[in-house]
């Protein structure tokens, strides 16, 4: 599951855009394949703006000019955030690492032990050594031979740089009590038991619900979309027939 954390005010609270300096935000905007989520990592930054900058450019070739891959970069980050206790990492990574490839579960095995996860042997050794890096351990030869075998020099050399990168990340937003940027109105739950096939939801959020085709039920694509998609999910809940739909409304519980 993803770590969470009950908020805390900031220490150095992010600056709004309007006040980052301009290569900052053309840092942000060349990014935007990158998702949504990073205003107040960027905003933190901004109190530094050399800094800022060379740390997002190191950010950025290791996204996107690394030799690692998606997948597998997703996975070291993924790993040391939950092993530093990094709700912000790990939550502004998970999207990303769907997107790399990694099911639901592989994901949500990224927060727990290994062994509670088939985790294949290439993958296994990659999460060994992010415990490894996230707890400044050295790296025994066997796991070192192990991952040897499945990683050119380049990207032995590129997984530690990710490794100490994310560290740095992680630590310095704990550190700093950098707030999540969007936390989801939403939660949806879905009793397929209870599915009577019209698809009235699939029609109205597409991005949320899905149709099987074998046997007519609706699946759930993602049980905490993102906030612009609330008045549709919140319709598509009103129009199901069956009352399958249940929506656990976290603005509401937030505000009693």
């Known amino acids: 599951m993803t770590p969470t954390r ?3 005010t900031p220490r150095i609270p992010p600056l709004p855009p309007a006040q980052w300096p301009p290569v900052l935000r053309a840092l942000l905007a060349d990014s935007r394949q990158d998702g949504p989520g990073r205003e107040n990592l960027f905003g933190t930054l901004a109190h530094h703006p050399v800094l800022a900058h060379a740390w997002l450019s190191l950010a950025r070739v290791l996204t996107h000019e690394g030799t690692l891959g998606h997948r597998r970069r997703e996975l070291i980050v993924l790993r040391v955030a939950h092993r530093l206790d990094a709700p912000y990492v790990h939550g502004r990574h998970r999207n990303p690492a769907a997107d790399a490839g ?7 095995a990224t927060a727990a032990d290994l062994d509670t996860h088939p985790w294949a042997e290439e993958d296994r050794a990659l999460l060994e050594a992010a415990d490894l890096l996230a707890a400044n351990h050295p790296v025994p030869g066997g796991l070192w031979d192990r991952l040897a075998r499945a990683l050119s020099p380049e990207q032995l050399v590129e997984l530690l740089v990710l490794g100490g990168q994310t560290a740095t990340m992680c630590t310095t937003l704990n550190t700093l009590r950098t707030p999540s940027d969007r936390q989801p ?13 019209a698809g009235q939801c699939v029609g109205v959020a597409p991005e949320v619900f899905e149709q099987d085709d074998t046997d007519g039920l609706v699946t759930l694509l993602v049980p905490e979309p993102d906030a612009r998609y609330a008045d549709e999910v919140r319709f598509a809940a009103d129009l199901c027939p069956s ?3 249940t929506l656990v409304d976290h603005e509401e519980t937030a505000h009693p």
């Open 6 to 8: 009950t908020p805390r």
């Open 102 to 108: 990694l099911t639901a579960a592989e994901i949500d």
């Open 185 to 197: 109105s939403l939660t949806v739950l879905l009793d397929r038991d209870r599915c009577c096939s």
């Open 243 to 245: 009352g399958a739909i």
